[in-house]
């Protein structure tokens, strides 16, 4: 088999391996999926939206079709204020539809505070999208589109996906320092119980928001994953 495979990429994000009608060939269905995190501020803060390209493709193995790592990269990101309700639902929407996002992207943002009236809005245009809410505790729920999700969780998620090496940053991407700067005025305390909690410093340049933004998507990439059918055969089992 040619460790090269010709790969047919669907709309919806499925990506499968041409078999040209070769029976000895397993058809083997990867993905590709986008997970657009954002964040929501007032008037006067910046919001912004971090996107995370979630893949795993089939690769040859020897003889066989498997399917090869999960990589997940951070492709893009974008910060903005001034903007009203409107014009932010707005671009989230084209955001989400914008090449090569649509038809495979999951929309994720802070449903606290002023994401509940985003959320209102986009549920009001019928479009897909989840909204996070931060709580304490170290778990998380869901019901319907408000999920309720442990601020450490998601915090300490992100910090498990850099460090085994299983999120990675674009080599090109704008805005990647000011990431990693708002990603660092989030710290550790231990309260007087003894409990650990996370708190955030405000920095120069806002209130945190690209990582915020990237925060509530590595999450939804870990956990509110869409819910689909995948079929190949482990390597070594028969």
């Given at each position: 088999?040619?460790?090269v495979l010709n790969l047919i990429h669907m709309p919806d994000g499925r990506v499968i391996n041409e078999t040209n009608m070769d029976p000895a060939i397993e058809r083997v269905t990867g993905f590709v999926r986008y997970f657009v995190g954002a964040d929501l501020g007032q008037a006067a803060d910046f919001s912004s939206?971090?996107?995370i390209k979630d893949q795993q493709l089939p690769i040859a193995n020897g003889s066989r079709v498997v399917l090869g790592p999960r990589e997940r990269t951070v492709v893009f990101a974008d910060k903005f204020r001034g903007a009203s309700y409107v014009d932010v639902v707005d671009y989230l929407?084209?955001?989400?539809n914008a090449?090569?996002?649509g038809?495979?992207?999951?929309?994720?943002?802070d449903g606290t505070s002023l994401g509940r009236v985003v959320s209102d809005m986009l549920w009001d245009q019928s479009i897909p999208h989840s909204a996070v809410q931060m709580t304490g505790g170290a778990d998380w729920?869901?019901?319907?589109r408000y999920v309720n999700a442990s601020k450490t969780l998601m915090i300490e998620n992100l910090a498990v996906l850099f460090a085994a090496d299983e999120l990675k940053f674009a080599h090109d991407l704008p805005l990647r320092s000011e990431i990693e700067e708002d990603l660092a005025t989030f710290t550790t305390q231990t309260t007087a119980a003894g409990?650990?909690?996370i708190i955030q410093a405000r920095n120069a340049s806002g209130h945190g928001d690209l990582g915020i933004g990237l925060i509530v998507a590595a999450f939804a990439s870990q956990y509110l994953m869409p819910q689909g059918i995948q079929m190949s055969k482990l390597v070594g089992m028969y």
């Open positions: 088999m040619s460790e939206a971090v996107v929407i084209r955001l989400r090449p090569p996002f038809g495979k992207s999951e929309l994720i943002i729920t869901r019901k319907g409990n650990q909690i």
